[in-house]
Every structure is written in structure tokens, then in C-alpha cells.
């Protein structure tokens, strides 16, 4: 059974930096690609950024140049460097795998992933 574990969430101040975690357990990450998502009260959920198994990343256009994911396949462990946070990066953020057979030539769907992270809070302060 594959768990996702995220964690470094926390409050921060606006201009702030945070780095999220996301272990992996059950299986080797670096045979899938990972996702950050997040979700923010009475929102949808959201893609923020993946990383494919062969290490190219994309990201959302609200973090980009703000935010950088990274894996480390022997730790089996996915990253989120967060700097120059802003208010609205404010929710739960979630890390997720996608299976390669359920590329679809996007990573920003969440309805691709088949599993997901219990989500841990960020809270940027004004």
C-alpha cells in the first residue's frame, strides 16, 4: 500500500519561504511522477507543480519563480521550496502520485493521481 506523507507546513509571514516534504512509502517514488496541489477554504483544489519521473518540472503560473519541486529518489522523498509567499498561498497543500500509464500529457488534473497525501496547512500572515 503506498502512503503519502506531506509535512513543513506552518505559519509564516508574507515574503516568507517554507519547505514542504512529501515521503513516500510502499514503493519507489522516482516511478512516477509527483504533484502539489492545494486548496484554499471554499475553493477548488489546485495544481501548483509536478515533477516527472525523468526530473522535468512545470509549475502554475501564480507560483512560478516562487516556488521549486524537487525530488530525492533515494530519500523517496518530493520537495516544495516556497519563497516569497504571498497571502493567497494560504491553504492545505497536498502532494499526490501519477501513475505513468495515467499521463495524459498534463500533470494539473488532480482526477489523474491515484494517491494522495493527508495535506498539510500553510498560512501566510499580511
Known amino acids: 500500500q503506498v502512503q503519502l506523507v506531506e509535512s513543513g507546513g506552518g505559519l509564516v509571514q508574507a515574503g516568507g519561504s517554507l519547505r514542504l516534504s512529501c515521503a513516500a512509502s510502499?514503493?519507489?517514488?522516482?516511478?512516477?511522477?509527483m504533484g502539489w496541489f492545494r486548496q484554499a477554504p471554499g475553493k477548488e483544489r489546485e495544481f501548483v507543480a509536478a515533477?516527472?519521473?525523468?526530473?522535468?518540472?512545470t509549475y502554475a503560473d501564480s507560483v512560478k519563480g516562487r516556488f521549486t519541486i524537487s525530488r530525492d529518489n533515494a530519500k523517496n522523498t518530493v520537495y516544495l521550496q516556497m519563497s516569497s509567499l504571498k497571502v493567497e498561498d494560504t491553504a492545505v497543500y497536498y502532494c499526490?502520485?501519477?501513475?505513468?500509464?495515467?499521463?495524459?500529457?498534463?500533470?494539473?488534473?488532480?482526477?489523474?493521481?491515484?494517491?494522495w497525501g493527508q495535506g498539510t496547512q500553510v498560512t501566510v500572515s499580511s
Open positions: 510502499g514503493r519507489t517514488s522516482g516511478s512516477y511522477a
Open positions: 515533477i516527472s519521473s525523468s526530473d522535468g518540472s
Open positions: 499526490a502520485s501519477l501513475p505513468i500509464y495515467r499521463y495524459r500529457g498534463t500533470y494539473r488534473y488532480p482526477r489523474d493521481y491515484d494517491t
